[in-house]
């Protein structure tokens, strides 16, 4: 099952609020103290995320089982572990990208 979380979206602008993920390679804002759920997502020119992730808006859903939901599909990003027991995916839907968000 799956229950809509945020927007994430690319940007070449710093945004305020902006925090450093430095695995990763992108600058991130909080989408938890937007009222409209978006997350913007700034990354250096050397990140390793997959194209789709760094250049499309994604969508990004909790769910209850991520191996059903990646089942059959692209996976952009395997499980990653956030910490604190959080855990993201992501897989290509629709010619977009889609995160997977759950607690493990």
Avoid at 55 to 64: E, F, G, K, S, W
Avoid at 79 to 95: K, R
């Amino acid at each position: 099952m799956r229950t809509y979380d945020h927007v994430g979206m690319p940007t070449s602008t710093p945004k305020s609020g902006e925090v450093y993920n430095e695995g990763m390679k992108v600058w991130l804002t909080d989408f938890a103290q937007s009222p409209n759920r978006i997350e913007w997502l700034r990354f250096d020119a050397d990140s390793w995320m997959p194209e789709l992730i760094r250049t499309t808006t994604h969508l990004a859903y909790r769910v209850t089982d991520p191996e059903a939901e990646m089942a059959g599909k692209k996976v952009l990003l395997p499980p990653t572990d956030c910490g604190g027991g959080n855990w993201i995916a992501f897989v290509e839907e629709e010619g977009i990208a889609i995160e997977l968000m759950w607690q493990a």
